[in-house]
């Protein structure tokens, strides 16, 4: 007799919250017809410690493996099979010794660019992320070694604007369901990009973001890394217009609010270049320089941050006197945190008919945009922190119960 103790449960809750419990567990045996049963719980039993096999019938409808877990058992289960794979994959809880999960190598990052596009409201956020995007896409002469230049635009809002910036009238299929699509799948470029929708206007693909505000609790956390990643394995540039809230479960102590944020902190803690787009004036550059510290503190390298002003005046020597006003007010609030010049985009009265009829501005209007964002995604090295999306560990400290205790 081998000392094996069985815990039936009746739903995938139930398991998560037996894995997130005190107890440790050895194995997990999942039903791929069980309600839940998708990349999620089975990267949740990996990081307790717990090994992911997945019962199946006689032909898998699912790549379990490829989706994380360990081994597929089929049925009919023999007791020598089940004691076979146990023997070979678990490891009793009597002798189990702490797991740390290893970090994805570079070489396996997701190898696209990405350019994050974020600020307050009203800054011009996606007018601004669209013409990176067309700058990217017309830009013939910046190709990089694939077979095409991709290019493509992911609306991360949670109160998306670029279905109807782009006029598309219906959202479907949009970034839903390109998360809930990596559930229970990896798909190929080819599914990927079919999810996006082609800008003629612009020369990109776009991604419609959430229908209404409140779907960000439909898109779970690591389905969402995972179509991320994705995402930047089928394009060679992607530009987010995310949101500038970066709250997490650190600051705010509620999980909620980080899986809110999800977009947000992950396209910015990830990105080649993030964007930050501000409004000249008192309060715009107050709201400015709290997103900035917001940056920092979660992890961003301030030289991967491009501050762009809107509004700015016309005069030359009022921007110059703008420019240093706003880099001495930035320094002394983070004196270890340099910003790098921003760049000074004056009002122009004639963008809303082009942003009316969904088609490209003038590059009079938004060059000096594009031309620094180009400059600086040619001079600064890839992000090496990636690793497809994938969460790095964290280290608990000595007398203390993790994050989420």
């Known amino acids: 007799m081998l000392p094996i103790e069985f815990i039936r449960c009746v739903s995938v809750d139930e398991v998560r919250s037996r894995l997130l419990s005190t107890r440790r567990h050895s194995a997990l045996l999942l039903g ?58 678990a490891i009793g809880v009597d ?6 999960p290893t970090e994805v190598a570079v070489g396996q990052c997701a190898a696209g660019r990405l350019i994050t596009v974020l600020g307050p409201g009203g800054t011009g956020t996606s007018t601004t992320a669209m013409a990176i995007a067309s700058h990217f896409a017309s830009d013939v002469t910046k190709k990089r070694d694939s077979l095409d230049n991709r290019v ?9 604007d670029q279905a109807l910036l782009h006029d598309l009238g219906d959202v479907v299929p949009g970034l839903q369901e390109l998360v809930d699509l990596h559930r229970t ?15 003629p206007r612009h020369g990109y693909d776009v991604l419609p973001g959430l229908r ?34 970066l709250e997490g479960e650190e600051q705010t102590g509620s999980i909620d609010i980080e899986d809110r944020n999800l977009l947000a902190r992950e ?34 390298h301030t030289e991967r941050v491009l501050l762009i ?50 088609t490209v501005p003038p590059r009079a209007a938004l060059g000096a945009i594009c031309a ?24 608990i400290v000595p007398g203390h119960l993790g994050r989420t205790a």
């Not at 493509?152 to 998306?160: E, F, I, P, Q, T």
């Not at 190929?188 to 082609?198: A, E, P, T, V």
Request: proline fraction near 6%.
């Open 95 to 100: 002798r189990r010794t702490p797991s740390i």
């Open 309 to 358: 002003v809107i509004g700015a005046p016309r005069s030359t020597r009022q921007r110059s006197e703008l420019t240093r006003s706003i880099l001495r007010l930035f320094t002394e609030a983070l004196p270890s945190h340099s910003l790098r010049t921003p760049v000074m985009v004056p009002i122009r009265r004639d963008l809303e008919p082009f942003v009316h009829d969904g």
């Open 32 to 89: 791929e017809d069980c309600v839940g049963a998708d990349r999620d719980i089975i990267e949740t039993a990996r990081d307790a410690g717990c090994v992911p096999m997945v019962v199946t019938e006689t032909t898998a409808r699912k790549d379990w493996v490829h989706l994380g877990a360990r081994c597929t058992l089929v049925q009919p289960i023999q007791p020598e099979q089940l004691l076979a794979a146990l023997r070979d994959h």
């Open 212 to 245: 209404r505000h409140r779907d960000w609790s439909t898109l779970r956390r690591r389905s969402t890394l995972a179509a991320l990643g994705s995402i930047l394995n089928a394009y060679d540039i992607l530009v987010a217009d995310a949101d500038s809230d």
């Open 267 to 300: 396209l910015a803690k990830n990105a080649d270049l993030v964007v930050l787009t501000a409004r000249a004036g008192i309060s715009g550059l107050r709201r400015s320089l709290q997103t900035f510290r917001d940056l920092v503190e979660l992890g961003v």
């Open 152 to 160: 493509a635009l992911l609306d991360a809002s949670l109160n998306g």
């Open 372 to 395: 620094a964002v180009s400059e600086l995604v040619n001079l600064i090295e890839p992000s090496q922190n990636r690793g497809n999306f994938q969460p790095s560990p964290v280290a």
């Open 185 to 199: 799948a990896n798909p190929s470029i080819g599914d990927i990009r079919n999810h996006f929708w082609f800008a």
